[in-house]
C-alpha cells in the first residue's frame, strides 16, 4: 500500500515562509512526477507547482519568483518552500504523486493535505 503525508503547514503572517514536505511511503517501485495543488474555501482545487522525475519544474503564474518545488528521489519526498507569502496563498495544500507500486500498477496518489493560514 502507498501513501503520502504532508507536513509543515501552519499559521503565518504576511511576508513569512513555510516549507512543505510530502513523504511517500509502501511498496514503491518508482516515482515519477509530483506536485503540489491547493484549496481554498470555496474554491476548486488549483495547481502551484509540479516536478517531473528528471527535476524539470512548472508554476502557477500567481507563484512564480516566490514558491519553489524540489525532490529528494532517495527519500520519495517532494517539498514546497514559499516565500513571500500573501493572505491570498491561504489554503489546504496537497501534494500528489504518480507511483508505479511493486505490482507494477501506478495510480496517481493525494496526500491528506495540510492547512496554510495566513495572516495579514
Known amino acids: 500500500q502507498v501513501q503520502l503525508v504532508e507536513s509543515g503547514g501552519g499559521l503565518v503572517q504576511a511576508g513569512g515562509s513555510l516549507r512543505l514536505s510530502c513523504a511517500a511511503s509502501?511498496?514503491?517501485?518508482?516515482?515519477?512526477?509530483m506536485g503540489w495543488y491547493r484549496q481554498a474555501p470555496g474554491k476548486q482545487r488549483e495547481l502551484v507547482a509540479t516536478?517531473?522525475?528528471?527535476?524539470?519544474?512548472n508554476y502557477a503564474d500567481s507563484v512564480k519568483g516566490r514558491f519553489t518545488i524540489s525532490r529528494d528521489n532517495a527519500k520519495n519526498t517532494v517539498y514546497l518552500q514559499m516565500n513571500s507569502l500573501k493572505p491570498e496563498d491561504a489554503a489546504v495544500y496537497f501534494c500528489?504523486?504518480?507511483?508505479?507500486?511493486?505490482?507494477?500498477?501506478?495510480?496517481?496518489?493525494w496526500g491528506q493535505g495540510t492547512q496554510v493560514t495566513v495572516s495579514s
Open positions: 500528489n504523486a504518480h507511483i508505479t507500486a511493486m505490482t507494477r500498477n501506478s495510480y496517481l496518489y
Open positions: 509502501g511498496s514503491i517501485f518508482s516515482i515519477n512526477g
Open positions: 516536478i517531473s522525475n528528471d527535476g524539470s519544474t
